[in-house]
Every structure is written in structure tokens, then in C-alpha cells.
T-cell receptor
Framework: GAVVSQHPSWVICKSGTSVKIECRSL??????MFWYRQFPKQSLMLMAT?????????EQGVEKDKFLINHASLTLSTLTVTSAHPEDSSFYIC?????????????FGSGTQLSVL | LAKTTQPISMDSYEGQEVNITCSHN???????ITWYQQFPSQGPRFIIQ???TKVTNEVASLFIPADRKSSTLSLPRVSLSDTAVYYC?????????????FGPGTRLSVLP
């Protein structure tokens, strides 16, 4: 099956620093990738939709200057949490949609646990 | 986007069959129904997907009635390792800009 690799798995940083999370589709081309965040015991909340070669579309309430998304190739999207603060601590998950129309499903990364001190 | 409704939680015992039903009354013609499983601190894992009638794979079965306003995920003979949150998603990937929105999911607890 299709594999989506997400790195790092966990990161601890000081308040005010920036953190980059990578999401790669390993064996398929992903025209669209999605970024979610998840708090403990809660469901996934969609943050933004990332399309290769164009600007990301952010959900209401998500600060685009805070959460920078770059989708420079068909296999890589990055999420940068800029000037992170403790309230940004969360579990971040990416998913990718295959450009193969036969694969009508999303493939998810393993997630990144971000802890901001 | 079709909104989904699932039970918040379910308990079962090892070896039993578990059926989780999802309601999606406003499902669109081109929407698929997809179920995902999520363990703590992991990304969701694809279980099964269907459009109508019945779909079966090595992990589960998915039953979809003719009106497609609901679907039932069936897990045969669950084990302790099936304790997880199960999400029902309804959407169409072939529309530009469409996305999958997660509901609260069903927290399944399998007891020994």
C-alpha cells in the first residue's frame, strides 16, 4: 500500500523558535496534501489543504502566517510552525491524496508530537 | 460535505463481532464512505472503503444500504489490539478542493 512518511515523530522546542515538519509520499505522487492537528482525546481538525505548486488553503481560524505550508513537489509538503508557543503543542498529522484516480482514499503519516516549552 | 454521526464509544469482549454504524443522511452521489482506525499517538490507518452494497477485505466488512444514508463497519472476532478510535468519513476525492472532515469517531474498547 501507499506510504506517507512524516518527520520528525516528536519534537521539543523552546518558546519562540520555529519547527518544520516534513510529509513525504514515498511511492506515489500526491497532488494534494492535508495537515491536521489533534489534541488529546479529540478528533483530527483540518488545518489546511496543500496543493502542489500553489498556495495552501487554510481553514477558518488557522493563522496562515503562523503555520507556513509549502508543497514544492508532488512528493513533499512541509508545515512550519513559526514562533511556536506552548499553546501550539499538539499532535500534527499529514495526509496525502494520490493523483491516481483509482486510489480514492487518503494516506496518513504517523504524526508529529510537538511540545513547546 | 456530508456530516457523519457515530456512537461516541462502544465496549466489546475479545472474540465478539463488533458493528459500528455511521449515519450520513446528506451523502452526495459521488461520495465514497471510508473508515479509518487510529491508535494513540499514531496517524489514522485505512480500514475499508465502499460506495454501495457490501465490501469485504481481510480486516473488516462494510455494509451500505441502498439509500447510502448510513453504513456499518463490521469487525469479526475482535481482539484487544482492536481497541482504538474508528472514524467514518464521507467525501469525494475527485473534486478539486474537497477534503475529508473528521467527526469525533467511535472509541472502541475491547475487554478480555
Amino acid at each position: 500500500g501507499a506510504v506517507v512518511s512524516q518527520h520528525p515523530s516528536w519534537v521539543i522546542c523552546k518558546s519562540g523558535t520555529s519547527v518544520k515538519i516534513e510529509c513525504r509520499s514515498l511511492d506515489f505522487q500526491a497532488t494534494t496534501m492535508f495537515w491536521y492537528r489533534q489534541f488529546p482525546k479529540q478528533s483530527l481538525m483540518l488545518m489546511a489543504t496543500s496543493n502542489e505548486g500553489s498556495k495552501a488553503t487554510y481553514e477558518q481560524g488557522v493563522e496562515k502566517d503562523k503555520f507556513l505550508i509549502n508543497h514544492a513537489s508532488l512528493t513533499l509538503s512541509t508545515l512550519t510552525v513559526t514562533s511556536a508557543h506552548p499553546e501550539d503543542s499538539s499532535f500534527y498529522i499529514c495526509s496525502a491524496k494520490s493523483s491516481d484516480r483509482v486510489r480514492e482514499k487518503l494516506f496518513f503519516g504517523s504524526g508529529t508530537q510537538l511540545s513547546v516549552l | 460535505l456530508a456530516k457523519t454521526t457515530q456512537p461516541i464509544s462502544m465496549d466489546s469482549y475479545e472474540g465478539q463481532e463488533v458493528n459500528i454504524t455511521c449515519s450520513h443522511n446528506n451523502i452526495a452521489t459521488n461520495d465514497y464512505i471510508t473508515w479509518y482506525q487510529q491508535f494513540p499517538s499514531q496517524g489514522p490507518r485505512f480500514i475499508i472503503q465502499g460506495y454501495k452494497t457490501k465490501v469485504t477485505n481481510e480486516v473488516a466488512s462494510l455494509f451500505i444500504p441502498a439509500d447510502r444514508k448510513s453504513s456499518t463497519l463490521s469487525l469479526p472476532r475482535v481482539s484487544l489490539s482492536d481497541t482504538a478510535v474508528y472514524y467514518c468519513l464521507v467525501g469525494a476525492l475527485d473534486n478539486y478542493g474537497q477534503n475529508f472532515v473528521f467527526g469525533p469517531g467511535t472509541r472502541l474498547s475491547v475487554l478480555p
